[in-house]
């Protein structure tokens, strides 16, 4: 049982792996920049949990920042999937342009609250 | 000159006031002419006006101080100088005449007769009192210097009638018939006035008009204000000495120029008189003068001179056996005619009459009266002696006025007998003496006692005075004074037939603030009466007390130095926020560099899928919007990053806002252009 248990797993992973490698390349970089802003903040929240959260408001800001510029990136990857129906008729650059304008207001915010 | 002068008077009357502390009024005496002498001879040798002259002339006259032989010179001058001129005006004329009189200057070059008619036409002229009064004087003054002269005063009754057209019902005068206002010092004025105007016509004036003024007299009398100790004053706008002083000349000169004689109350004038001596020694040169014009007025007139009744100490010494003196002189400190004084009450403090009728010896040498014998059981305190003074009338030309009775204060004082002094420790239960001592307190002594906080020490004494009865002093105070300078005072009480203190430590140890120790011992016992007060160090007390508990007060720190208390005080140390513990500098780099790491695998992983900027436009146009939209987007992220480092949010805003427009242009173009490609694209 074993075995077939890690043989599954090991079959999971590739069936994923591989359904993964068709997914276009634009999509593809908005999911690796998704996964470096979480990386950034679980870094943050690690060196918070060492050193304590003195000026709270800069762990906070450094967080909310990562977590909110990951979250645009999503409804990003959302609007120009092409298999999504529900943004058909929503060009991509206009999500783009939605995605910078929201970066830039979340970033001043976030460098407002820095200290 | 004031300023020095002025120093002096307060010396002067505080001096005076020292050492005449009751109502008892003193005659001018030595301390006033020397007074005079600073007030009146100015610094730089000339008067700065004949007015001036005039009256410290007279004032210097009065009190038989000598002038300078150079103030007389450049007075003189100054003096022929007006008499010669014949544009001076007629109070310049009066005054000139005034100082004349007293320094006899040498006037031979000056031609009287043109003197005598100015002042004669300004007295027919005249409209104004004070006009009358300088001209009508001036001839009074200008008879009696120039004695071959001619002085009439042309028609008499028509000026003694339009000046006393300026009186008024109430007593007081106007200065001119125009002005309604009025005062007493111009009654003063006009009555020497119209002395003038008497002695220089006497036939022609009438009687009946004179009468009149008499009554006006009367009434001015009725105008008198009083004080409570008897002196009486004329008050006015001029102030009570200078209207006082006008009513007197005018009174004085009044009944020295008319044969009648004038009737004053005597009373009234002695009160005058202990007036203006009450005054003391005046602050300024118009005061001065005043007191001492109308003090040499009394001193000499017609109708009642004031005797003044002085004591030079009132204070007897029982054990000097000294007698009490007592002087009696005119208001100048003259001699005063024979007369008898007699002590006809001597109170004490409690109301009973110690001594009474005594008749005074009299000493011709000094001339003063004395009292030289006192009852035996006159005691040590505070009396009042009440003298009376009999003149004898059949010897005497003027009439002599004196106070009915003058009730002086006199302190008695001796040396108060100190028995059974002696200072104890006693057990507080039983009552029981541990310790006793005899004091002498006539010295210093070196008892020396110990006592717990359980004991009580006891001090006893007994005062008595010089007739036997037990003495209560004002002050007696004991003081235990420890070695670290802390110090106590407690009261000792007289009581019945003696004095005593009884000080229990089972309550004082609060106060004693628990410090044991040696303590020394002060006794003070002293009063007014007492010649033989004492402040004596009797020993010292070593007193045990308990320890000091937690909440008790501590002893008040005795300075070291009595300045200290100005030098710097103890430092405040401030106490801050303890700043937060922040985490070593190494470990935040080394997080910094950890927080790089995604950054580079999110580029190594961009290489890895293959991105590339294939699509970016190649046309000009296309391309300038793309790269302005791209260096917009990095010209925000550098607003950003100096807002965090040294701009504020406004600031920061503002430009925002600019760049913020102009990055929607360009994208807009920029992704406009970038989707028409992709479309076209597709449809391609």
Redesign the interface.
Known sequence: MVKSTSKDAQDLFRSLHSAYSATP?NL??ID??V??AV??AL??VA?MA???S?PFNSFLSGVLSCIGTAVLAVCLRIQVNKENKEFKDL?P??A??DF?LCN?VL??VI??F?G | MMARGLLRFLASLLALAICNAASVSQPISDSHRSAAVDVFLPLDGSFKSLEEAYEALKTLDVLGIDKKSDLSLSTCENVVKVLGSSSSALKDLFYALSVNGILKCKTGEIVPKDIVSKLQAGAKDAKLLLDFYYSVRGLVLAKEQFSGTDVSLGDAEAIFRSIKALSQNDGRWRYSSNNPESSTFAAGVAFETLAGVISLAPSEIDQSLIQTLKTGIVKLFDSIQKYDDGTFYFDGSEGPISTTASVIRGLTSFAASESTGLNLPGDKIVGLAKFLLGVGIPGDAKDFFNQVDALACLEDNRFSVPLILSLPSTVISLTKKEPLKVKVSTVLGSKAPALSVKLADALSSKGSSVISNQELKFDADSATYFLDSFPKNFDVGKYTFVFEILLDESANEKAYITEAQTKVPIAATGAISIENAEIAVLDSDVGSVESQKKLDLSKDGAVSLSANHLQKLRLSFQLTTPVGVVFKPHQAFLKLKHESQVEHIFLVKTSGKKSELVLDFLGLVEKLHYLSGKYEIQLTIGDASMENSLLNNIGHIELDLPERPEKASLPPLQPTDPYSRYGPKAEISHIFRVP????AKQ??LV?LG??V???I??LI??TR???NIKSFPSSVGAATSALLFHGG?GA??LL??L??IKLD?FT?LKA?SML?VFLLFV??ST??Q??SASNKLKSA
């Open positions: 390349t593809k970089v690796l920049y996964v470096f990386f950034t870094i943050q060196y060492l050193v304590g003195f060009a650059e206009r783009f342009a910078v830039l970033h001043l460098i407002n820095l | 937060e513990k922040l985490p470990l935040s997080f950890l927080i790491l995604p950054f695998g999110f992983g961009l899928l293959g991105v987007i925000v992220l950003y990053v807002f965090w949010l920061t925002l913020g994208g807009h992704l406009s970038l989707a």
